[in-house]
């Protein structure tokens, strides 16, 4: 991380480099060195069918960088530097396989002007790619030159397209005497200062305030707190304290820390009855709804609520974030302990879904009265359904289950097609 260049705004840190490359790179489980021997000469072996191809516009030269180049207990991927080369053809060898190639393009590719204009050979490159990297989820292919990224690299594959024949590669490690792309970002100082207290109307703990038309949910939490305590950049550089006491929002910045159960490592369950304590020993509004616990899973949509009816809390549960209001319906006052309540509920109910993985079950609902489950944490739904053992009783509390599917009506002519959702 490092300072971004900006002036006569809010103060904030951006990616370096190194910092986008880490961010990008996927969290897989770590392998050993066997692993990534047996990677190599997979890909080595894949990469002969590929220069051996006859059918192939493109040939291809493999280049080894990063940690696999080095002895380590464990690893993370590895890295190989891919290159196309294309193949001197004549030109009725080359229509062949053009043809060829655009006849397996996707309609989706055709309607593009890339598609259009370089069809057949990126429908190769995708060809090659997809071969290359099938049941090896470890492997990283890259376009980037290790050579121009000045990072030692090693031959795995050569290849000279005026004979197209493979060229012998040596072991030994290639080390560019220039200084890696990303070693030359240059270091930006860090500031004196990076948190400094906006002007704000302070107010406490328990101070009502009128709701009126605004919203505070679930994801608003830290983006208030950052409003708080962002620094404002002069056109000088100068930090300054950041001024809203305009924004009426803000003033209950950083409540979701006066109730922090959501912090513990608590199963889902344990962590709701815990919030629910919470709300009663501070009066907070959720401690009246009605203890009943509801999922609904259908297309596109992830919901978990808490309470009957229309007196209820509700959160929209997503692959990187919870959505949903922490205000409640039907009251027009809240204060910063209602929203700590609110907060700790919704993280609890959003852990609930998680760790039971209704995200990975079909399209169903399912009813939970909180005071009968036993257990500190919800079990894993998709492992129930799969045995045929989720429905009503599968554990205390559980009850009206309900599955749906999705049934298409066959249009006629110029209607267009409708799906209906039924038990």
Not at 209 to 236: C, F, N, Y
Request: hydrophobic letters at 40%; glycine letters at 6%.
């Amino acid at each position: 991380m490092e300072p971004a260049d900006i002036f006569d705004n809010l103060f904030y840190w951006q990616l370096t480099p190194n910092g986008t490359r880490l961010a990008l790179e996927p969290k897989r489980k770590r392998i050993g060195r066997d692993k990534v021997q047996t990677i190599i000469s997979e890909l080595l072996a894949r990469a002969k069918v590929i220069n051996g191809d006859s059918d192939r516009l493109q040939r291809i030269t493999l280049k080894l960088f990063g940690s696999a180049l080095e002895e380590r207990d464990d690893y993370g991927d590895v890295d190989v530097s891919i290159a196309y080369l294309r193949r001197q053809l004549s030109d009725i060898e080359r229509e062949r396989i053009e043809n060829a190639l655009k006849a397996r393009q996707s309609n989706s590719d055709r309607q593009t002007f890339q598609g259009r204009l370089m069809g057949a050979e990126r429908q190769d490159t995708r060809e090659i790619m997809a071969f290359l990297k099938k049941g090896l989820p470890h492997l990283s292919l890259m376009n980037d030159d290790p050579m121009d990224l000045g990072t030692p690299y090693r031959w795995l594959v050569d290849h000279d397209v005026k004979t197209d024949r493979p060229v012998d590669v040596s072991d030994d490690i290639v080390r560019p005497n220039g200084p890696s792309i990303l070693d030359q970002h240059p270091r930006k100082p860090l500031p004196p200062i990076t948190l400094l207290e906006a002007r704000h109307r302070a107010i406490s703990a328990n101070t009502k305030v009128a709701i009126d038309d605004m919203h505070i949910g679930l994801e608003d939490a830290a983006a208030l707190e950052e409003q708080m305590w962002s620094p404002k950049v002069t056109r000088e550089g100068d930090f300054v304290a950041n001024d809203i006491r305009s924004e009426k929002r803000v003033k209950f910045a950083g409540f979701q820390h006066l109730c922090p159960i959501w912090k513990k490592d608590l199963g889902g369950v344990a962590m709701l009855k815990e919030a629910l304590d919470w709300c009663d020993e501070h009066k907070v509004w959720i401690r009246d709804l009605f203890p009943r616990v509801s999922i609904q899973r259908s297309d596109r949509t992830h919901i978990i609520r808490l309470g009957w009816g229309h007196d209820l809390i509700y959160f929209n549960v997503g692959g990187k974030s919870t959505t949903g209001s922490l205000l409640p319906i039907n009251r027009t006052r809240v204060s910063k302990i209602d929203l700590a309540g609110a907060y700790a509920v919704g993280r609890a109910l959003s852990k609930m879904y998680d760790e039971s993985r209704c995200a990975k079950m079909p399209w169903f609902s399912a009813d939970i009265l909180l005071p009968l489950v036993e257990v500190d944490r919800l079990p894993d739904f998709p492992g129930l359904h799969k045995v045929g053992s989720f429905k009503e009783g599968a554990f205390q509390g559980l009850r009206e289950v309900t599955f749906f599917r999705a049934r298409i009506t066959r249009p006629t002519p110029n209607e267009p097609v409708s799906i209906e959702k039924h038990a």
